[in-house]
């Protein structure tokens, strides 16, 4: 039978779950506008007001993905030095409201843009492993998906109304875009402040920096080897896809001539609204559904969202598409940062994790500096056939696991 190993929370303390639940809360709403980077922003201000290159994009949306390759060495290194999980991430973010501040000083210079907001994007992207240690110290196991879920559903919200408040704001020219750079700078450092109010999670310090340590339980694991390899598949179809929702409705070229306040509703706020309405549900069948059973299901969302997309025909058609996306998104987010907690031992939590997202960021490249090609080659339509059908191969691999626990279940 697969393995699955459910945390035991003897000893917690709910009082430090309910403060780190409040402070995470807090730090959702930063977390949020920042998140408008990665959706929106960085490719709009991109083609509106830089006309950068595809290549120069392919920098921003690898961005995040570099900082997740990256992320394998920061739980090592965070053991070394012994400091505490929220010191660590709060500096990342230190550096990345500075990245922020970079592109904004930077006027329209495209270097310095490129440069602060990929150095912001990584920063952020550093921290992922060391947040899962946080959730697995202070949640409880039974409701853990229940209170990320509903954190996420905060996050989301605040998403959605920032990306339709400030599509509207640029199109007016209220705003400027480097006045946005520094908006994101200020809710980088708002995340550090949110994150070091919680109580500090410590990692057992290593007397010996081993960087690559944590890759031994792919070989020692063989349900987390293959996890992490179906994963590779769905991450390659869905982000390929991803990289391009906002090239797709913003870029001229094909065939959708929308104004900034349109492309934010279509990138951020409509499948962010979608996500707040599924997330808590998401969160709470997390909790209590086997998980290769909704690991599957979830994909499904992806598939649907993907092929509405880039076959929609309409501006109302691309809205169901991300809609479906985001459903698939709010899913997919709570897997994405909660499944090594049900099948990593407590203290290796943070160590499979960073295996997962730095394989993440392997992925994420190699999907940065495809996808612009790989639209200009075989069009939308044949982009989002590769996506579903990557995302469906991944499911596959996974139905012998579904039947078993399924049998197990019902026996």
Known sequence: MSKQVIAHDEGLDQGVSR????????????????????????????????????AMK?????????????????????????WSVNVSASIAWLVAAIGFGIAALGGNSTLF?????????LSHSLSSPLLSQIYRRHYPGEIRGKLFSIVGMVRAGTAAVFAYAVGIWLANGALSYT????????CSLLKGVFTMLMKPVYLRKSHQLKLLDAFGHLRTDAVFRKLIATWMLLGVGNL?????????????RYGFGFDEAQISMVTTTVPM??????????GMVFD???????????????????????????????????????????????????????????????????????????????????????????????????????????????????????SSSSC
């Not at 598939?303 to 598409?321: D, E, M, N, Q, R």
Request: hydrophobic residues 60%; proline residues 3%; aromatic residues 16%.
């Open 240 to 252: 390929i896809a991803m990289a391009l929702f906002a090239e797709y409705v913003s870029n001229e």
């Open 179 to 186: 006045g946005l750079l520094w908006i994101f700078a200020g």
């Open 288 to 406: 209590k559904m086997e998980f290769y059973r909704l690991r599957v299901l979830v994909n499904l969302f992806f598939v649907a969202g993907i092929l509405t997309f880039f076959f929609a025909p309409s501006y109302l058609w691309l809205c169901v598409g991300m809609a479906l996306h985001g459903m698939g998104k709010a899913g997919g987010n709570v897997i994405w940062s909660l499944w090594v907690t049900k099948f990593a031992p407590a203290e290796n939590v943070g160590e499979y994790m960073s295996v997962h997202t730095c394989l993440t960021g392997v992925r994420g490249i190699f999907c940065a500096y495809v996808a612009f090609p790989l639209i200009l080659w075989i069009g939308p339509f044949g982009v989002g056939m590769i996506g579903a059908a990557l995302i469906l191969l991944s499911s596959i691999f996974l139905i012998p696991e579904v039947i078993e626990n399924w």
């Open 58 to 82: 392919s920098w921003l949306v690898a961005g995040t993905a570099i900082g997740l390759l990256l992320s394998l060495f920061s739980v090592a290194v965070v053991r070394r030095l012994g």
């Open 19 to 54: 403060q780190t639940f409040r402070w995470d809360l807090c730090r959702a709403l930063p977390m949020g506008v920042v998140e408008t980077v990665v959706t929106t922003f960085s490719i709009l201000i991109a083609n509106r007001y830089l006309d950068l290159t595809d």
């Open 113 to 121: 843009f490129v440069g602060g907001v990929v150095l912001a994007l």
């Open 273 to 282: 609204l979608a996500f707040i309405l599924s997330v808590v549900v998401w």
